[in-house]
């Protein structure tokens, strides 16, 4: 039996931050909490998650604190992704974004 490789791009962190996803062109947004994040994607654990379909267009939006980003404050970032896949045994979804994370756009920064 062969091993399985884990073959994505970015190295993930198993990082909390609150999240939020908008479906572009819908009203629906969804809020909850990152199981792992990278530069590339996250998963994300939300009571929302059933509202979500593989492929919704979305915009992200993160609050990632000093710690994390090595600021004074914290951020407040936001960005475009796919929803990759639902998962219904993990009650959540899986993001890819379309861009870095590092290069998303800095709404507000704000003192903890």
């Given amino acids: 039996m062969d091993n399985l490789i884990d073959r994505r791009k970015y190295a993930r ?4 931050f609150p999240v939020k ?13 990152t199981l792992d994040v990278s530069q590339g994607g996250a998963f994300i654990l939300s009571l929302s998650w059933s509202a979500l379909h593989a492929n919704d267009q979305i915009e992200i939006q993160f609050s990632l604190p000093p710690a994390f980003t090595g600021q004074k404050k914290s951020l407040l970032l936001r960005g475009p992704g ?7 045994d993990r009650l959540g979804i899986a993001i890819e ?3 870095e994370l590092r290069t998303f756009k800095v709404i507000r920064a704000e003192n903890v």
Avoid: D, H, M
């Fill in 13 to 16: 962190l198993s990082q909390e």
């Fill in 21 to 33: 996803a908008k479906v572009l062109g819908t009203p629906l947004e969804v809020e909850g909490v």
């Fill in 82 to 88: 796919t929803v990759i896949r639902v998962n219904e």
């Fill in 97 to 99: 974004f379309l861009q």
